[in-house]
């Protein structure tokens, strides 16, 4: 008899805290935040004076695309998008809808970035400058955004270089 009541006075105290603490119980409650993977990099014309893997007097490309593509472990690709580079030749990619089904589906191991195209005629050839054909890999830099529902893992690849086709001649001597 002893015992159930005392069972019935923690139940009550329970529902009674329960009521005058209502935020304790709705964060056991709280989903867990989905984690979001993103890809930043940005995307150049290369300088005429400067070529190769060079970088040096390169501008911005606004509006520069690259693939996103991702592959399971088994080598099929599970997530493929193209993204536009901003005003500034800055590629923000949140890659929604990517999904891991398997430890090895990490994005620093199965995802890569191209050139996909430039919106300059007088520079769209693209360069395997940072792999920008061949496919950059992800990098980390440690770079993460969470707040109460979000989280987000953000890598980055590049920078990426298209080139002019036609320099003009110098004649340096």
């Not at 008899?1 to 709705?26: E, G």
């Not at 490309?61 to 690259?66: G, R």
């Not at 920078?159 to 036609?166: C, G, I, K, S, T």
Request: hydrophobic fraction near 35%; include cysteine.
């Amino acid at each position: 008899m002893a015992s159930s009541q005392l069972i019935v006075v923690v139940s009550s105290l329970l529902l009674i805290s329960m009521a005058f603490f209502p935020s304790t119980r709705a964060a056991a409650y709280q989903p867990k935040p989905s984690v979001h993977v993103i890809v930043e990099g940005m995307v150049y014309c290369q300088s005429c004076d400067h070529h190769g893997w060079s970088l040096t007097g390169a501008t911005p490309i606004p509006s520069a695309k690259v693939s996103v593509t991702c592959k399971s472990n088994i080598g099929q690709a599970g997530f493929h998008k193209v993204f536009q580079a901003n005003a500034d030749g800055y590629v923000y990619a949140e890659l929604e809808g990517y999904k891991t089904n398997h430890a090895l589906d990490y994005p620093l191991q199965s995802c890569k970035v191209k050139l996909v195209s430039s919106p300059l005629q007088k520079c769209s050839l693209a360069t395997n400058v940072n792999f920008g054909l061949d496919g950059a890999p992800l990098r980390s830099e440690g770079k993460s955004y969470t707040s109460q529902n979000y989280k987000a893992v953000i890598y980055a690849a590049g920078p990426f270089a298209f080139r002019p086709a036609h320099c003009p001649y110098t004649n340096h001597h």
